[in-house]
Structure formats: structure tokens, C-alpha cells
């Protein structure tokens, strides 16, 4: 499975941002999804996840009222919407996959990463 993750630039503060991840090589439904951040000097940090077959999420406490994770299936996409964006989200941020096959929900590991895109919000 392949992951091209794309949407990053750079924003104010206050700003909303959506990134999209594009998973292609495999039957889409057969897979769930995550997105992940790391900030400078940071370690990286889990953002939501998404089930591709049920559509469940499941957000990090700290950004569910902000990001929103969704999908398209006719599109093999799994877009990250943010709103309200501070400069703590500055990161580059990360999809991910696992297949349903091989994972508990929410996902503990995932097998497939994408290339990452960079978030950067000014104040």
C-alpha cells in the first residue's frame, strides 16, 4: 500500500486546514487509517484515526474539538480537518495504515506511513 499525504503550508493562527491522504495499491475499505504529527524536537504524537469499512473514529482527547478526521471513498482519501489552528499544532504531519486484518481498534501500529507534510501556523 502506498500513502501520499498532501494540504500543509503555512497559516495563522486561527486558521483551518484540511489534509488529504491518498491510499492507493490496495482495496481501500480493507484498511484503517491514523494521522500522526511530530513537532520539533517532539515525538511524534497520535492525531485520529478512522475505520475505512465502518467509518468509526477515534481522536486524541487534546484535538477532537478541533480536527476532524473523514473519508472519501470514491477517492481512496482520508482528509484531516483543522480548525482553530494554534502555532503548538506546528508539526509535520503524518497518515498512516493498517489493515483491519491485522489490527485492534483503535489501532495500536500501524504498517504503511506516508511522506508527511508540514504545518506551520504563525501567530
Known amino acids: 500500500v502506498q500513502l501520499q499525504a498532501f494540504g500543509g503550508g503555512s497559516v495563522q493562527t486561527g486558521d483551518s486546514l484540511r489534509l488529504s491522504c491518498r491510499l492507493s495499491?490496495?482495496?481501500?475499505?480493507?484498511?484503517?487509517m491514523g494521522w500522526f504529527r511530530q513537532a520539533p524536537g517532539k515525538e511524534r504524537e497520535f492525531v485520529a484515526a478512522?475505520?475505512?469499512?465502518?467509518?468509526?473514529?477515534y481522536s486524541a482527547d487534546s484535538m477532537k474539538d478541533r480536527f476532524t478526521i473523514s473519508r472519501d471513498d470514491a477517492k481512496n482519501t482520508v482528509y484531516l480537518q483543522m480548525n482553530s489552528l494554534k502555532p503548538e499544532d506546528t508539526a509535520v504531519y503524518y497518515c498512516?495504515?493498517?489493515?483491519?486484518?491485522?489490527?485492534?481498534?483503535?489501532?495500536?501500529?500501524?504498517?504503511?506511513w506516508g511522506q508527511g507534510t508540514l504545518v506551520t501556523v504563525s501567530s
Open positions: 478512522i475505520s475505512l469499512s465502518s467509518g468509526a473514529t
Open positions: 495499491g490496495r482495496t481501500f475499505s480493507r484498511y484503517r
Open positions: 498512516a495504515a493498517v489493515s483491519v486484518s491485522h489490527s485492534s481498534w483503535p489501532p495500536a501500529r500501524y504498517h504503511a
